[in-house]
């Protein structure tokens, strides 16, 4: 039940007649007395009549607000981004616009990527090999045929076609081809082999650093290493000399044993048979100045 407000009931000359506030709950079952307040009236409407909340005396900015509508940064309709949702996906079909689809693998994309990236197994791990960076580098080593009876076979290793140490991804090249004399050295080896190595007409910058060939020699299978029998160097130089002086220590008496200097191609055609090695035109001419020299 509601009780209207009387003219005087709040009034100063009725304080003693208010009732004392409750401390507690009322557990007898009476009710608290609820009065009704009566609420303003709001208009809430969106123009600019009278007591609206858009009118100009509710506003609280004191100036007018001027939008320039050509000022605005509106999206145009490349940036504009539709949600289609759940689109039947023969719609795109009738309209010409086909869904995106993965590029099939074809047989002659896989051949490339082969020709590009080799992987093989050394030291019972499996490596890959960039074939591309060291096409220019293939012809460093080679295969020279047989000597003796059986399967000996004879490896040409051409130091002048190393890659010139100036370039900026050397040690990548190096790692690769590193990876690349090794793995076709085990292929090519059946049995005994030699290693014929030519050192004329590979300038200094051509070198293969200490390191490289301490690796080469350490990553060399035990097989490779056991049926080894010689390692012969044509045209050696003090710097090649010095090398193999410096890395004594670091490899067994047997493998320095099997280490040969040959002078020129003549004494090497006393060795070895030479029908089946390919001799580069400028280890030839090398070995003509030589002559001449003499």
Not at 15 to 41: Q, V, W
Not at 136 to 162: E, K, Q, T, W
Not at 225 to 230: A, E, G, Q, Y
């Amino acid at each position: 039940m509601d009780l209207p407000f009387e003219a005087g009931a709040l009034s100063p000359s009725s304080a003693d007649m208010r009732p004392e506030p409750p401390n507690s709950l009322g557990l007898n079952g009476t009710h608290p007395r609820r009065i009704k307040l009566t609420a303003p009236n709001i208009n809430l409407s969106l123009d600019q009549s009278e007591g609206s909340i858009l009118s100009d005396d509710n506003l609280d900015s004191p100036d007018e607000i001027d939008i320039n509508v050509d000022e605005l940064d509106t999206p145009d309709e490349a940036d504009s981004f539709d949600y289609t949702g759940h689109e039947d996906p023969m719609a795109n079909k009738d309209s010409g616009q086909e869904s995106e689809s993965i590029p099939e693998y074809t047989a002659e994309e896989e051949r490339e990527d082969n020709r590009l990236w080799r992987t093989v197994v050394i030291g019972e791990q499996e490596q890959r090999i960039d074939m591309k960076v060291i096409e220019p580098y293939r012809r460093v080593i080679s295969h020279g045929g047989y000597y003796g009876d059986g399967l000996n076979a004879i490896i040409v290793f051409a130091a002048c076609f190393l890659p010139d140490s100036s370039r900026a991804d050397y040690h990548y090249v190096m790692e690769n081809l590193f990876l690349y004399v090794i793995s076709t050295l085990e292929l090519m080896v059946a049995e005994d082999y030699m290693i014929v190595y030519l050192n004329g007409a590979t300038p200094r910058r051509k070198m293969p650093g200490l390191g490289w060939m301490k690796k080469c020699y350490q990553m060399i299978d035990r097989r490779l290493r056991k049926n080894l029998k010689s390692f012969i160097i044509v045209h050696p130089s003090w710097f090649i000399r010095t090398i193999l002086a410096v890395t004594r220590p670091f490899i067994s008496s047997k493998f320095s044993s099997k280490i040969k200097y040959v002078g020129s191609l003549a004494e090497l055609s006393g060795l070895i048979p030479m029908d089946c090695i390919h001799i580069p035109e400028s280890i030839v001419n090398i070995d003509l100045k030589l002559k001449e020299k003499l």
